[in-house]
């Protein structure tokens, strides 16, 4: 299925979160700017669109939910494009007020974002037209509480962001940590199931059109992780260690037990779910790591593959 010539759909690695650009006319909008530390890649695939749009300007950017992935662009991007707004989900509002709480999972997880100012928001039930369409916010909370998404009843489109990915979703806490994510994720799921949708946009991966079963992917997922926490546990701690390792690059070997012991979401979850020394904890999870085949020990440095 071909997206209409005033979409653009840009796929990122899974550092930085996929970007989708609407035209209206000489304005253009942008959906999610990336990962902080790739900026310069970010600002160089939408200038290339706005090339192919004839020059259009980067008048608008919205963001889906406030994880350092789909923020990490904004301030830049707006530095570049004067008069550029930054419109967020309502319910993101707080949390951003509240900058670097660890459910934003920033300094929590060893991720960076620059801090922006917003212009606008967007309630869920709302209709924001891009790209010559109508689009319904829709509340998906769950992997981020006041994340939205995208849908287009005529184009049957759904930019899905983290809610719905083509084999799973973004991931949510482990309910020992907090229950609420997991059931909201559960209900967000329904909502989406009563959708007509015939092409998925993803925050993550390419785009998909088996919308049900993805869905039924995703859930089977989240329910079997449901039923253990210590399991959630272990692919969050892997999750943020890989995600660190790839915006870093590299580490010593001898400084992972002391940022095991520092950054919040592996001194937490250690402590919770864990119970080891620093030491074994930082060894169990460089194995981990290593067997995913995402980090390579080099002497003695850990680098990203
Ligand atoms: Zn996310």
Redesign the pocket.
């Known amino acids: 299925m071909m997206l209409p010539p005033s979409i653009a759909f840009i796929q990122r690695d899974w550092l930085s979160a996929n970007h989708v650009m609407f035209r209206d006319g000489d304005s253009a909008t942008l959906i999610d700017s990336g990962y902080g530390k790739f900026n310069d890649v970010t600002i160089a695939k939408v200038d290339a669109v706005l090339n192919d749009w004839h020059g259009a300007t980067l008048d608008r950017i919205v963001i889906t ?1 406030i ?1 350092s ?2 923020i990490g662009g904004n301030a830049a991007l707006q530095r570049l494009h004067a008069g550029c707004s930054i419109t967020v989900p309502i319910d993101e509002q707080s949390a951003l007020v509240n900058w670097d709480a660890p459910e934003q999972m920033l300094s929590y997880a060893d991720q960076e974002a620059e801090r922006f100012a917003w212009d606008d928001v967007i309630e869920p039930g709302q209709t924001v037209p891009m790209g010559g369409e109508s689009w319904q916010a829709i509340a998906t909370p769950g ?2 509480m006041g994340s939205l998404v995208f849908y287009s009843p005529k184009l049957r489109i759904l930019i899905s962001a ?1 809610a719905l990915w083509e084999n799973s979703s ?1 991931f949510v806490p482990p309910q020992a940590i907090d229950p609420k994510p997991l059931a909201a994720q559960r209900a967000t799921f329904e909502r989406l199931a009563a959708l007509d949708v015939a092409l998925v946009i993803p ?1 993550h991966g390419g785009m998909f059109t088996d919308y049900s079963g993805a869905l039924k992917r995703a859930s089977e997922k989240l329910e079997l992780f449901a039923s253990d926490d210590l399991r959630v546990a272990k692919s969050v701690v892997k999750g943020m260690f890989i995600f660190s390792m790839m915006w870093r690059g590299s580490m010593p070997v001898t400084d992972l037990p002391g940022y095991a012991a520092r950054v919040g979401v592996h001194r937490d979850y250690n402590a919770q779910f864990f119970k080891m020394s620093d030491e074994a904890f930082a060894d169990w999870l460089l194995s981990e790591a290593v067997r995913a085949g995402k980090v390579r020990v080099e002497g003695d440095a850990i680098v990203s593959v």
Do not use: F, I, K
């Open positions: 939910h994880h992935d789909h992997h981020d983290d973004g925050g």
